[in-house]
């Protein structure tokens, strides 16, 4: 079964450090997100990604991150310079189609700790 | 703005027993509503979802959901719950703004399952 995958699934990094959180999205799918999970609290939205450009972005989603798809298969979530607040568990996810009816798929996560 | 209200934090029920998730959400107009399931170490998983038409949907793993627009509701439920059901779950309604096809979480039900 096809599935969404995500490295490192656990870094541990010292504040104001810059850091990659990467995904391989499920090969046909044209359309992906990353959200993350702050320990106790709701999976927030941060970001959309379609044809190669932001397509909706949070309000958490400021200057500091940044994303990309660097070679058609990866899809990467940078925080240039990591806060204490930035520690939470950050999954990404991709779908096929349009809007709600293709199914959203979860990779199983990436935690991040700030120090 | 769109919301989600998961009222039950955390949740206890002998195997067996049936189980009731509670779910509420704010859309100003015909949503889309889904639930999720997180076991440990694992992604987010789709259970169910519900677009349209009949208000009482079938998921995996032997859950079904009702859509209940006069309560603003969408209760998972299952009749007789296994202890490998023993996870987080997620209730979500999707925010078609723009199409981007994000979804708004509610904060998750801990679900404990008892011998």
């Known amino acids: 079964e096809p599935e969404v995958t995500q490295t490192p699934s656990h870094q541990v990094t010292q504040m104001g450090q810059e850091v990659i959180l990467r995904c391989v999205p499920i090969?046909?799918?044209?359309?992906f997100y990353w959200y993350r999970q702050i320990l106790g609290q709701k999976v927030e939205f941060l970001v959309s990604?379609?044809?190669?450009?932001?397509?909706?972005k949070s309000e958490i989603f400021d200057d500091q991150f940044s994303v990309e798809r660097p070679d058609g298969s990866n899809f990467t979530l940078k925080i240039r310079s990591t806060k204490l607040e930035d520690s939470a568990m950050y999954f990404c996810?991709?779908?096929?189609?349009?809007?709600?009816?293709?199914?959203?798929?979860f990779g199983e996560g990436s935690r991040l700790t700030v120090l | 703005a769109q919301s989600v209200t998961q009222p039950d934090i955390h949740i206890t029920v002998s195997e067996g027993a049936s189980l009731e998730l509670r779910c509420n959400y704010s859309y100003g107009a015909t949503p889309y509503l889904f639930w999720y399931v997180q076991s440990p170490g694992q992604g987010l998983q789709l259970l169910l979802k519900y677009f349209s038409g009949d208000t009482l949907v079938q998921g995996i793993k032997g859950f079904e959901a009702e859509f209940k627009r006069s309560q603003s509701s969408f209760n998972l439920r299952k009749p007789s719950v296994h202890w490998s059901d023993a996870a987080e779950y997620f209730c979500a309604v999707g925010a078609n703004s723009g199409n981007t096809g994000k979804l708004i979480f509610g904060q998750g039900t801990t679900l404990q399952v008892k011998p």
């Open positions: 990604f379609y044809n190669n450009e932001i397509s909706e």
């Open positions: 996810a991709s779908r096929r189609g349009q809007g709600m009816h293709g199914e959203l798929f």
């Open positions: 090969s046909n799918h044209l359309y």
